[in-house]
């Protein structure tokens, strides 16, 4: 056991105050974070352990929507809400962003729809993207005038609209022709898509009937029957590639239900870098008061719960970055109050052995006594700051319970460090002060 | 130590404090932010001096109402009611005339139906803390005395970090938010944790001599436990203590939040849970 810790002990300076640097200490002056290596025991990480931070630290948006359930039953309701999430998903990785986070939740009969977007900087666009409701239509052939051939747009052309929408479509999907092995896009309409849709060909019987989306051209094929049962194909030189895109296209343009944004947060990156700086600035100033005051009253010891509590740091910042925790701002100070938690089962400990102390007992003895007495007090006072945490951290997504984010990322910071806290302040300051009793003895 | 023949000076202090907390409350109310009431915050830098009647007419002309504007340095943050995309669109282009190199710091705007829920939510998860801690405690400490006593300096706490707010809300314009409700369920759990520190060195106490008298053991358990209890809060204090001075506008009044919380925990442990079990036990012993 005792050797595992020290093992522990030795191997993090080595290794992590490297990471300290380059994370902390220079963060604004060096850019330069390579992967990180390190061993713990026997086992090797390789990580990126960047540090991840939220949106109010990194920059981004964040957009809540409501969803308009208005139009669909009641067991249609999931799937729609499933293909609303993976229409939204592919308008958002439009843009690129590693991080991008699409959710959905519901209260009570409402069902809303969050969208993180961190480090984005073009937010009017993703909001228009995201927001752009069915606008897939179909659209016939009308004849121009010959003398007005010349000025007519392609709107002109297609200017007769069949009344088939994207709320008409139930899928797009790409099929292999069997006959000529082709690529081609299948569509499928509800009941009264299929109705319109057997109208349209009737009327545009080998004329072109266009797809728009949003306004665009997408296609426009050329009407080769009737087709009365709501199954289209759409045949032209597409290879899968192509083909695919079209079939993702005419999804996404068929938004299954209509979404309005309720909740816009931006946070600019320069707040978040501004924020990052005072709270580690805070935090810093705030160790070096804890560890003084530490050592003004309990001596060697105290030097001893400071080191305890480096340690406490360093195996914290790990864990946030092997997990990976998401750092918001509450979620530092989250931080940095427990590290003054943390210090507390030393405190408890080293009263404890003051007393036994006064009380006669020589200092090996009075040492294990001490932690073992702390250690009733020490796991009933931080079972009362776990059980908060966790009505905090909302573990199961309840519905009644808060799922902000900010809220969650204070909860997560506090009960993973009294976690951390209990462990360096019980075992580590015990070995600690283990190898600090045997040198005793032998001198 | 003596400290249990201060029971009266610490029952006119909470008394002041409860006192203090209800007149606030019941005279001033709240400030809740947008969170709570729905709206918006709009912050921008400015890289030049920007007029407040601009800004205020930019805001008429679009007929927004514009509760505030406060101002440090060129950083400006406006406060007003809820608003739609093209609204916003509406009012950038319009800021963009003013300034076109302005800078968005901060937006944030949502629906006051939100602010409900969010309200709900507050509610339920105190709720749901208090009785989590009632049931611990009621396990922990099978005497009903230690149970009630440590819940009602829990809420003790919980008031006084209420009506402080409302207090600072009405002199320094500190908003009721989500990560106060945050620091409100800390407190809890702080003030508990406290308390159960304290009890649990009574009981230990009791055990190893069943005739002393309570307030003899109250004051013997306490000058045991007071200089553990204080000086774990200063750690504390001084970790948020700088937090508030040095943290950034953002979080310093969950900062403030959570330090008047610690503090009245530490103090409440032993000025208002201890008495209130002698309090008990006293009445016992008339019977």
């Not at chain 1, 009793?437 to 032998?442: D, E, F, G, L, R």
């Not at chain 2, 006119?12 to 007149?23: N, Y």
Request: hydrophobic content about 45%.
């Amino acid at each position: 056991m005792g050797m595992s810790f020290i093992c522990l002990i030795i191997n993090l300076p080595t290794s992590i105050p490297v990471k300290i640097h380059l994370g902390k200490i220079n963060w604004e002056h060096t850019f330069y974070r390579p992967d990180f290596s390190f061993n713990i025991g026997n086992y090797r990480f390789y990580k990126n352990l960047d540090l991840k931070f939220g949106l109010d630290l990194a920059g981004g948006a964040s957009l809540v929507y409501s969803i308009d359930t208005a139009s669909v039953s009641q067991e249609n309701l999931p799937p729609a809400l499933e293909s609303l999430k993976g229409n939204i998903e592919r308008r958002v990785n439009l843009f690129g962003l590693s991080e991008a986070n699409v959710q959905l939740s519901s209260i009570g009969d409402q069902h809303r729809l969050t969208v993180e977007l961190p480090g984005i900087e073009e937010i009017s666009e993703a909001i228009a993207l995201i927001g752009q409701t069915a606008k897939l239509s179909f659209r016939g052939e009308t004849p121009v005038p010959p003398e007005a051939t010349a000025s007519a747009t392609f709107y002109d052309l297609f200017s007769a609209d069949t009344g088939l929408n994207g709320s008409h479509l139930l899928s797009a999907s790409v099929e292999i022709n069997p006959n000529n092995s082709q690529p081609e896009v299948a569509l499928e309409f509800n009941a009264e898509g299929s109705q319109l849709f057997k109208e349209a060909t009737e009327k545009y019987l080998n004329q072109r009937i266009a797809i728009f989306l949003d306004d665009y051209p997408v296609t426009y094929p050329t009407v080769q029957s009737v087709i009365p049962d709501g199954r289209a194909v759409i045949n032209g030189n597409f290879d899968i590639k192509s083909a695919k895109s079209l079939a993702a296209q005419l999804n996404a343009g068929a938004l299954p239900l209509p979404v309005e944004l309720i909740q816009q947060t931006t946070i600019g990156a320069t707040l978040g870098k501004d924020s990052i700086s005072k709270g580690v600035y805070a935090g810093i100033v705030g160790l070096i008061i804890v560890s003084l005051f530490m050592i003004g009253n309990y001596g060697y010891l105290g030097v001893i719960a400071d080191i305890s509590l480096v340690i406490y740091g360093l195996i914290t910042l790990t864990l946030y970055r092997l997990i990976p925790v998401t750092l918001t701002f509450p979620g530092i100070v989250g931080f940095i109050l427990s590290v003054g938690m943390a210090v507390d089962s030393n405190i408890l400990i080293f009263e404890r052995f003051r007393e036994e102390i006064r009380e006669g007992k020589p200092w090996n003895i009075a040492m294990e006594l001490s932690f073992g007495r702390a250690w009733d007090s020490i796991k009933d006072a931080n079972t009362c700051t776990i059980i908060t945490g966790l009505i905090l951290f909302n573990p199961f997504n309840w519905d009644f319970l808060n799922t902000s984010g900010m809220v969650r990322g204070f909860a997560v910071t506090i009960i993973l460090g009294i976690v951390v806290g209990i462990f360096t302040g019980v075992f580590v300051t015990r070995n600690l002060l283990r190898v600090f009793a045997k040198q005793n003895v032998k001198h | 130590m003596n400290i249990m023949k201060y029971r009266p000076i610490f029952l006119i202090i909470s008394s002041l404090l409860i006192i203090v907390s209800l007149f606030s409350i019941v005279k001033w109310g709240f400030r809740p932010s947008i969170d709570f009431a729905g709206g918006s915050v709009w912050e921008i830098k400015f890289s030049l001096d920007v007029s407040q009647d601009d800004l205020r007419r930019i805001f008429s002309d679009q007929n927004i109402d514009l509760n505030s504007i406060s101002v440090s340095d060129h950083d400006y943050t406006l406060d007003f009611s809820n608003i739609d995309q093209s609204q916003k669109e509406a009012l950038t282009s319009a800021i963009a005339v003013l300034d076109p190199e302005y800078y968005e710091l901060r937006f944030e705007t949502l629906g006051p139906s939100l602010g409900q829920e969010l309200l709900k939510k507050t509610i339920f998860a105190v709720a749901l803390s208090s009785l989590a801690l009632l049931f611990f405690i009621g396990r922990k400490f099978s005497d009903f005395s230690f149970g009630a006593s440590a819940v009602l300096a829990m809420l003790h706490d919980a008031f006084i970090l209420i009506g402080s707010f409302s207090l600072l809300g009405h002199f320094f314009a500190a908003q009721l938010d989500s990560l106060f409700v945050t620091a409100l369920l800390t407190t809890l759990s702080a003030s508990v944790h406290d308390t159960v520190v304290t009890f649990d060195r009574i009981r230990e106490l009791k055990r190893k001599n069943i005739k002393i008298d309570w307030v003899d053991l109250a004051n013997q358990a306490v000058s045991e436990v007071i200089v553990r209890s204080i000086n774990n809060s200063m750690t504390i204090i001084f970790m948020l203590f700088s937090l508030v001075l040095l943290g950034g506008q953002s979080t310093r009044w969950f900062a403030a939040a959570l330090l008047i919380g610690v503090i009245c925990g530490t103090y409440s442990s032993t000025a208002v849970a201890i008495p209130l079990v002698l309090l008990w036990k006293r009445k016992k012993q008339i019977k």
